[in-house]
């Protein structure tokens, strides 16, 4: 796939033992990483789309730790060189991955399976109560060429 501009990915290592795993989620000396603003953990029950938005500042790191996640971006940015491209990561137990998120580009996604999913975001920036830098699309847009409809096939 090819991916939108300033997008990263990374395959995290889950270190298994007879006690459990563990797993790497974000680490400094990774180039994926520019700087913490906070982390913070988010939800979604089967089929529950959270999305669309996207922010000026802000770049995400997304990490599925339960269930399953469908994480979707569009590259609305008119100056970017991959304008117009849709990524579609699915994310979680079953695909440890770090998908790192500029500004601007648009995300989302949705618990997909028949349980609840979560991702863990490490953002750049300091969730900001009277300003909060996150701006909201429906899901069911005309402006972005995406259905969260499951596809099969």
Do not use: C
């Not at 006690?19 to 990774?30: A, H, I, N, P, V």
């Not at 700087?35 to 996207?54: L, M, N």
């Not at 699915?90 to 999913?117: T, W």
């Amino acid at each position: 796939m090819t991916l939108i501009d300033g997008v990263k990915t990374r395959l995290l290592r889950r270190v298994p033992d007879e006690r459990g795993f563990l797993t790497e989620m974000l680490r400094s000396d990774w180039e994926e990483f520019e700087r913490f603003g906070q982390a913070y953990i988010t939800a979604a029950y089967p089929g529950v789309v959270k999305g669309w938005h996207y922010h000026k500042k802000q770049t995400d790191h997304f990490v599925g730790v339960l269930g399953m996640s469908k994480v979707v971006l569009y590259d609305a940015r008119h100056d970017s060189p991959t304008k117009g491209l849709v990524n579609e990561f699915f994310i979680g137990e079953q695909n440890p991955v770090l998908v790192k998120i500029p500004p601007l580009v648009i995300h989302g996604y949705k618990a997909v399976g028949d349980r609840m999913s979560a991702i863990v975001n490490f953002p750049t920036e300091l969730y900001n109560y009277q300003e909060p830098d996150e701006f909201r699309i429906p899901p069911d847009s005309p402006d972005i060429p995406y259905d969260w409809a499951v596809k099969l096939g």
